[in-house]
């Protein structure tokens, strides 16, 4: 069993910046594939970015390439993601998900433990 807790929401203006963290409880933090999901009002969920277990290769929705960076401390128990360029489209409740499966994901199906969410909201 793992317990996810998300921090470093908030409200930013349109070009800021923000990184959200996720700490794991439990001593098996580091054996998961780790992933962020995000849902606007009135819109489904989304992938947004994904991690390998040791952290060496990791998978980004197309459209946020190159504003997030997601990374993880496997010693810490925590996974972050580092937003830059943010924009309005960015508002959203964003989670972090663990998954057992030792290949990366972009659906949040194939992910078994979720956090509760954390809000991002970006004005223009």
């Known amino acids: 069993q793992v317990q996810l807790v998300e921090s470093g929401g908030g409200l930013v203006q349109a070009g800021g910046s923000l990184r959200l963290s996720c700490a794991a409880s439990?001593?098996?933090?580091?054996?998961?594939?780790m992933g962020w999901f995000r849902q606007a009002p009135g819109k489904e969920r989304e992938f947004v970015a994904t991690i390998s277990w040791s952290g060496d290769n990791t998978y980004y929705a197309h459209s946020l390439k190159g504003r997030f960076t997601i990374s993880r401390d496997n010693a810490k128990n925590t996974v972050y993601l580092q937003m830059n360029s943010l924009k309005p489209e960015d508002t959203a409740v964003y989670y972090c998900?663990?998954?057992?499966?030792?290949?990366?994901?972009?659906?949040?199906?194939?992910?078994?433990?979720w956090g509760q969410g954390t809000q991002v909201t970006v004005s223009s």
């Open positions: 439990g001593r098996t933090f580091s054996s998961y594939v």
């Open positions: 998900a663990a998954s057992r499966l030792e290949r990366l994901s972009v659906n949040g199906k194939l992910y078994h433990y």
